[in-house]
């Protein structure tokens, strides 16, 4: 097991991150939603004696859904945003004098420290053209099986390789 702690969070980006998915998680529930006050607008409607009431009638509660779904994917994403980004202010301001969340994660792909490219690339695979090594890992990994990684598939690695 390997332990990460988050420090701190980048507040305008996680807000908008958890803005977005406030106005998502709004957008599905609006529209699963819809279709069944939809129905109800079109019976109240019903009970108009004429069709021209059951069509204003029905007109104006299909209005009135689609606006309340576009004011309520609005208010969502602005309360989201506001929000995340008070609680981020606050993580930030209390990790900072305690210490941030500490959690224990096991490498299940490649060691993050490879050469190659970057994260997440075992050593073996070549490097992008023109880049510089980033250097070799100390094998064992920590998190990882015993020994190097395995030879790359044919036709990966450095160009020309």
């Given at each position: 097991?390997?332990?990460v702690t988050i420090r701190r969070f980048d507040v305008a980006r996680?807000?908008?991150?958890?803005?977005?998915?406030?106005?998502?998680?709004?957008?599905?529930?609006?529209?699963?939603?819809?279709?069944?006050?939809?129905?109800?607008?079109?019976?109240?409607?019903?009970?108009?004696?004429?069709?021209?009431?059951?069509?204003?009638?029905?007109?104006?509660?299909?209005?009135?859904?689609?606006?309340?779904?576009?004011?309520?994917?609005?208010?969502?994403?602005?309360?989201?945003?506001?929000?995340?980004?008070?609680?981020?202010?606050?993580?930030?301001?209390?990790?900072?004098?305690?210490?941030?969340?500490?959690?224990?994660?096991?490498?299940?792909?490649?060691?993050?420290?490879?050469?190659?490219?970057?994260?997440?690339?075992?050593?073996?695979?070549?490097?992008?053209?023109?880049?510089?090594?980033?250097?070799?890992?100390?094998?064992?990994?920590?998190?990882?099986?015993?020994?190097?990684?395995?030879?790359?598939?044919?036709?990966?690695?450095?160009?020309?390789?």
């Open positions: 097991m390997n332990r996680t807000a908008t991150v958890v803005a977005a998915l406030y106005a998502v998680m709004m957008l599905v529930l609006g529209v699963v939603f819809f279709l069944p006050f939809a129905l109800l607008a079109g019976m109240a409607g019903s009970r108009a004696a004429d069709s021209a009431g059951f069509g204003a009638i029905m007109g104006a509660g299909i209005i009135g859904l689609l606006v309340f779904l576009v004011i309520g994917v609005l208010f969502y994403a602005v309360a989201g945003w506001v929000m995340t980004a008070i609680m981020c202010l606050l993580y930030n301001f209390v990790a900072g004098r305690v210490g941030g969340i500490r959690v224990e994660v096991d490498v299940e792909g490649p060691y993050p420290g490879a050469g190659y490219g970057g994260p997440g690339h075992p050593a073996g695979y070549g490097q992008p053209y023109g880049q510089p090594s980033y250097g070799q890992p100390a094998w064992p990994a920590p998190g990882s099986p015993a020994g190097p990684p395995v030879a790359p598939p044919p036709g990966w690695g450095r160009p020309g390789s």
